[in-house]
């Protein structure tokens, strides 16, 4: 029997959830009025436009779907302006659900996304608003699921995760260093599961994943670029150790791999 793994993805853009925000116990009015400030959108759809969609539309495997979750409070003006944005890129769709535990939404948007029914496994991958991820970083999560599925004999979940990559610092004196990461960060993390089996990459932090699944990782290059700024809802600092990448360096990774230049990246 050939072992075939789908890929779906998950962007959550400003989702009021029950839970799941470090400020979520100030309740679901206070995280309302925060999610949805103008300002606060304005630089949100700043570092979508600039960082996550760009990179998500420039996938060299677009054999993928990805739900853009938000709630069905979203203002109408941010709605139209998010579904502009995606139009003309088919894998990507969004998922619109009212307040939730966190989990249960976020298996709801997974499931509201189309089903192959030739695949055996579902890979999962998260991507945040305001990071940016390799261009082969859907072409990776396929290449090592299908190859891991063929050599593994545990039946049980997995996952693949990049630990290498940028940091995005506008107010640091080296706004743009490179990081080894000593545990998955959640940009471009894929898990996968046998079809059937509601786990999804968001089951657990992925700060932790390594200590409940068996774990792949890949360091061979830069593959993501996290954004540090006022907005994170978690500290955005490095755990692991600095690379060596200087100015010349960076300049070809970001256009290699992500369709950048510094320039490009200098309001934000």
């Known amino acids: 029997m050939t072992l075939k793994a789908q890929i779906k993805g998950l962007m959550r853009f400003s989702y ?11 309740g679901l009015d206070a995280m309302r009025a925060m999610l949805y400030d103008p300002a606060r959108l304005e630089r949100r759809f700043n570092l979508f436009e600039k960082l996550a969609f760009h990179t998500m539309a420039l996938q060299e495997d677009t054999d993928f779907s990805c739900a853009v979750l938000i709630g069905d409070s979203f203002p109408d003006k941010a709605r139209a302006r998010l579904e502009d944005i995606i139009k003309d890129f088919k894998p990507m769709q969004i ?31 998260r991507q945040d608003d305001d990071d940016a991820m390799h261009r082969s970083t859907t072409a990776r999560i396929r290449a090592v699921a299908d190859n891991m599925l063929a050599v ?10 990049f630990n290498r990559g940028l940091y995005l610092d506008p107010q640091s ?8 990461e000593r545990a998955p960060l959640g940009i471009g993390l894929a898990m996968v599961t046998p079809k059937g089996d509601h786990a999804t990459v968001f089951r657990r932090n992925h700060r932790n994943l390594v200590e409940y699944y068996d774990c792949y990782t890949e360091v061979s290059r830069p ?25 010349r360096g960076v300049r070809r990774v970001l256009a290699d791999g992500f369709g950048l230049t510094p320039e490009m990246l200098d309001d934000l």
Do not use: C
Request: charged share 20%; glycine share 4%; net charge negative.
């Open 95 to 125: 998922v619109s659900l009212p307040p939730m535990v966190h989990i249960q939404a976020v298996k709801t948007a997974f499931n509201a996304l189309p089903d192959d029914p030739e695949a055996t496994h579902i890979a999962t991958f």
């Open 16 to 26: 009021l959830s029950e839970n799941g925000f470090a400020k979520s116990t100030q």
């Open 173 to 180: 004196e080296t706004p743009i260093t490179e990081w080894y």
């Open 223 to 247: 593959m993501w670029i996290r954004s540090v700024h006022a907005d994170n809802d978690s500290t955005a600092q490095p755990q692991g150790r600095a690379g060596a990448l200087r100015p």
């Open 152 to 161: 593994r004999e545990d039946k049980k979940p997995f996952v693949i995760a």
